[in-house]
C-alpha cells in the first residue's frame, strides 16, 4: 500500500477535503437565503462565513488527533499549522482585502470619468474572527463524526 491511489485508505485526508466541501456548501447556502441566487462559484471562493480554510486545518487536526493521538508530534504540528492558518485568514488576509475596497473606492472615485480597465481587486479575502471560529468548528464536528462514524 505505498501508491498514490492508497490516498482513498487516507481518513486524515478525507476528513479535511470533506470539512473544505461542507464550509464551501454553507456559504452558498447562506448565499441562497440571501439572494436566492445559486452561484456555484462559493465552491471555490476565498473569504465569507465559514472560514474553510479553518475547516479544513481544523478537520485535518483533529482527525490526526483521532486516528494518531493526541500526544503524537504529527498532531501538534498540524495544531500549529491550524492556528497559524487560522490567525492568518484573519489578520494578514483580511486586512488585505480591507485595503482592496479602499482602493477599488478610490479608483472609482478618482478615475469615473475615464476610460481605464474596470477590474477590481478582490475585496473577500479573509475573514471575521466569527468566521474563523465558525471554520473551527465545522471542521472539528465534521471531522470527529466522519473519524468515528464514517470510517468505523
Not at 452561484?39 to 483521532?66: E, K, N, Q
Not at 480591507?98 to 475573514?127: M, P, Y
Request: hydrophobic share 45%; glycine share 6%; charged share 15%.
Amino acid at each position: 500500500m505505498n501508491s498514490i491511489a492508497d490516498i482513498q485508505y487516507n481518513t486524515c485526508f478525507w476528513a479535511a477535503f470533506f470539512s473544505w466541501c461542507l464550509a464551501q456548501f454553507i456559504k452558498l447556502v447562506i448565499n441562497f437565503v440571501k439572494t436566492r441566487d445559486i452561484d456555484f462559484r462559493y465552491f471555490a471562493s476565498t473569504g465569507g462565513m465559514p472560514s474553510a480554510h479553518s475547516a479544513t486545518v481544523c478537520g485535518l487536526a483533529t482527525s490526526i488527533g483521532i486516528t494518531e493521538g493526541f500526544i503524537s508530534p504529527v498532531f501538534a504540528l498540524s495544531t500549529v499549522f491550524a492556528v497559524i492558518t487560522m490567525f492568518d485568514a484573519s489578520t494578514v488576509r483580511r486586512a488585505a482585502g480591507q485595503q482592496a475596497t479602499v482602493l477599488n473606492s478610490i479608483v472609482r472615485e478618482l478615475f469615473h470619468d475615464h476610460k481605464l480597465n474596470n477590474e477590481r481587486l478582490k475585496e473577500l479575502l479573509g475573514h471575521t474572527r466569527f468566521e474563523v471560529s465558525m471554520g473551527m468548528i465545522t471542521g472539528v464536528i465534521f471531522s470527529t463524526l466522519y473519524c468515528f462514524y464514517v470510517e468505523k
